[in-house]
């Protein structure tokens, strides 16, 4: 397929384009269009909007109801890659998932097999639906740019300090920099191992706000630290609500087992993904 297909929606900092192989018909990227751009409040704010327009076009072209976000930090798959999307290129780049009911292809029952097993979806089946998801996307994101008050941003990025606090208290840990909310972290259970760490903020808004996910990428190169691994995998089983959660599962070369197989049979990720 080439790029003209591939691309679906860009805005100046991200874009939504279909992978080199969408493993369903509901599997698209979000990614940044240039490298040197820094992951701050204005690009943070954008790649809501560019999920928020990737939700909502996958919803009205493929009845999508449930979503999932998968990517990696520090890492890129090896060997036989179960459980991890193949690799697209350096760029910083996030895996969205739509479900539906009716669908014949399920993300997790591709995921849990080899890469080199996987079918990729035909691109003349692609094409049924990449126009309809274009000017769905393009739509969405200009409404939901047009709607935004100037301000709101900024008033989400900073926080309520009242709530950083507690939050910090409860948890017994340190909030990120520059007032962004809290990061909590805990073993969930059930888990799959010692590497396996649910990371959560809230930053009190009604939706996730660009401060949740400052909040979450300074927090991960600690946890690589903490942690002792070479980088991690995770997953977002369901990014729409005010509150976000990752599963982060820590990852090396050599590790005696795949924790991502393990993950996909946990009942809160199994749903988002089988």
């Known amino acids: 397929m080439n790029l003209s297909r591939r691309l679906l929606y860009a805005s100046d900092i991200w874009e939504v384009a279909r992978p080199r192989t969408a493993l369903t018909a509901g599997h698209l ?11 701050d409040l204005r690009s943070a704010a954008d790649w809501l909007v560019c999920a928020g327009a990737a939700r909502r076009a996958l919803a009205e072209v493929l009845g999508a ?17 179960i459980g991890e999307p193949e690799v697209e290129s350096s760029t910083p780049t996030f895996h969205l998932f739509g479900r539906w009911d009716g669908e014949t292809v399920s993300p997790g029952g591709q995921l849990r097999l080899p890469a080199q097993r996987r079918l990729p979806v035909a691109a003349s089946e692609l094409v049924k639906y ?6 769905a996307l393009r739509r969405s994101a200009l409404a939901r740019a047009a709607a935004a008050e100037p301000e709101a941003a900024n008033r989400e990025a900073a ?9 910090r208290r409860d948890a017994g840990v340190e909030a990120p920099p520059n007032d962004l909310p809290a990061v909590l972290s805990w073993s969930p259970e059930p888990n799959v191992g010692p590497r396996h760490t649910m990371l959560a ?8 706000a660009p401060a949740d996910l400052l909040a979450a990428a300074a927090a991960l190169p600690g946890l690589v630290t903490r942690l002792g691994v070479s980088g991690l995998s ?16 820590g990852r090396s070369v050599g590790e ?10 946990l009942p809160e990720v199994s749903q988002a993904l089988l």
């Open 29 to 39: 990227l979000i990614r940044l269009s240039n490298p040197a751009i820094a992951f």
């Open 65 to 81: 109801t449930g979503f999932a976000v998968v990517f990696a930090h520090q890492w890129h798959p090896i060997g036989s890659a």
């Open 130 to 135: 990449d126009d309809g998801l274009r000017a």
């Open 159 to 167: 926080g309520r300090e009242a709530d950083v606090e507690a939050a």
């Open 201 to 208: 903020t809230d930053s009190g808004t009604p939706h996730i």
């Open 234 to 249: 995770c997953i977002a089983a369901d990014a729409a609500g005010p509150r976000l959660e990752i599963h982060a599962l």
């Open 256 to 265: 005696p087992v795949n924790p991502l197989e393990l993950l996909l049979k």
